[in-house]
């Protein structure tokens, strides 16, 4: 296809034109399609139904060592459990801490122990008005609401193919009130990048002014491989411990899209004074985890070839509707120079960038259709894309047959705001 | 019996030796029995394995509202599950949030919401030096250690036959700095006492000069009768209603001692903007909690009936070890004057009160004869029991057997402490 911005004005109406007829075909059709958040679908889910039909005769009620899990106690969460995330999570056991069903709440608790307590024996970030976080865009929406709630002003470092901007990110830490970041290391939300180990290395060696800067280390997708060819990534506490900042770090992954979102087992790791923190602050907060929970899981599950397992039949469900969405991009916006994405190996979105200042009109044009999609600023802090040109697309619940419909509207909806900036028409 | 300090030197020493003797036999055998904490036994467990025998086609993966409770969403919690802590909490199911396995961790949350974000438009508590809370002595450390946690300077005010002191309560919130208190409701820990009608009335009605004094109203052991004589809470959101106060009430419960400690379903019960507060914060820090387990939990328990018969084989399990405690208690302490303790008619413990000034004393005999007590003076702020005189007893998870011996002990402890101070004896 030729470069949009080639065309003479009548070839570009036609374009126009045609853009309009599809866009509306769908529109008389009527479609309710919703492609908002990352969820796996009900197939998905399915996958993991021996975990309800696990009876008690077969789970039994002892953790391996002795605990009965129907009872208080174990803050830390059961042996097994620790030992399975510690392997996924390439950490010891002992520095894990086996927990509930959501990640999110755990690094919620976490910035809000920060911000009443402090961390490394420094003063609780609450009391720093000038607070700040490093927000890397396009990002997690919960994550910058997570900031946003605790009043950590915000500064926008933009992702690359590696990684985020490692030197803008060296630059902005010499600010001591700069008390941290999220990242989602692997296959990234919404880019899917996976952060490079020079990247990662970076994070872990770089100096910063604020003795108390912690990363929150997101492995929502650390197993979430689609293709054969996967990400890899980088061990960043086996980094850290080289230079000496292993209390820089707070990881968390989940099996929330392992089996069940909301429903599964939650887990830190972390090191040192950070873990110790951590577990003192439990100690008061909790008796004990969901250890039953636990223990069911870790009867299916018993090592990460296990989770592997599970993971490709997850990958067998999600890679055609990423290949669908991906094909039609391919073939309606290839060559147009008015959009540019992602082909991600793994994780749960693909991340579409249109002509600045017209993410907000397709997604209007989206919604008119019957089309929803992750509401257009959410990837940026505070919920806007200075560029409005961001696009985070979530094809896992839909199924293949929708997702090509709506990747046909989304294409219809990216040409008709292309063509209406160029040809001067108001939206 | 008779009075200690009725009897003359020779009898006290008659007695004294008696009850040495008694003590060093125990001491001789070698018991080890664990009675700190108001942990279910094995037998109380099992009574819930049915929860784990639920299999899949049983139990359906969708809630009342057809959601896939196996999936992210509903942060509120599945309508049925609402609906049965409606019935047990008395409110309307919209009144209440369904969460994870923990009323504890509601709690803390709760208090670390007030203290960054503050409450009903107030303040941040953590913004106010002075902030203080009410502590009912003798009480539950637990919640003691979140108001400490949190910087909240507990003031003391003590427990009688009918809830705790509320003259001293309305002089005390006159302060503006006091910002709320935590309650045990129906079955005091640790005295087993049920606020009255009028005291439950008072805490409802009272004028605080803290706009956001807020009571954390723990339904811990809301249905958790022991004997057919049981004890009448009254609904505080009905008396709140009456004097507009509702906001001023964060009520919780769980069924971690009705089906699995650790891992059955916890709730909040509040109103107007209490209840908002509380959801806002929640849309950050979760997606949604594991409504497997509440949907599993509502495939057994229907309605309060359900949880009633449930009650009663728990209270056929517990009765017969309260009483054998109390019996020996009875036989051994009964008209000697050196200490007191209630009859509870539910709940979780004995609180006995033994000489001022001898509780660590007895404590550390007990311990010594490997009879393990709650901490003493952990019933208190700061760990501190001013009058050195409360003991915690919880008779739940020792067999009938061991409680017997455990009484015998205990009693023999009481006996030698009250005999050495009167006969100046150095412990």
Redesign the interface.
Known sequence: MKRISGLSIDELQAFYNEAKQQYSAYREKGVSINMA?G??S?QQ?DL??DL??L???Q?G?FAADGS??????GLCGIPECRALFGEMMGVPADNVIAA???S??LM??FI?QC???GTGGCD?W?FDENRKFIAIVPGYD?HF??AE??GLKMISVPMTPTGPDMDRIEEIVKDPSVKGMFCVPKYSNPDGITYSPETVERIAAMHTAAPDFRVIWDEAYIVHDLYEEKDELANVFTLAEKYGTQNRFFAVSST?KIT????GVSAIAAFGDTLKEIKE?LS??????????QLRHCRLYHSVADIQAQMEKHAAILRPKFDAVLDILHAELDGLEIASFNSPRGGYFISLNVNTGSAKYVGKLCLECGLTLTGVGATYPYGVDPNDANIRIAPSCPSVEELKTAAHILCAAVKIAACEALLGIKS
Chains 1, 2 share one sequence.
Do not use: E, W
Not at 284 to 293: A, C, E, V, W
């Open positions: 958040r969820k796996p009900a889910l993991s139904d309800l039909n009876t008690g005769a789970m009620h009965d899990v129907r009872n208080y106690g509930g069903a959501s999110l709440n919620y608790d809000s911000c009443t307590h609780p609450i919960r609401a997570i709630h605790f929330s069940f979102a909301g429903a602050r008061l907060q909790i008796i004990s985890y969901d250890k039953i929970n």
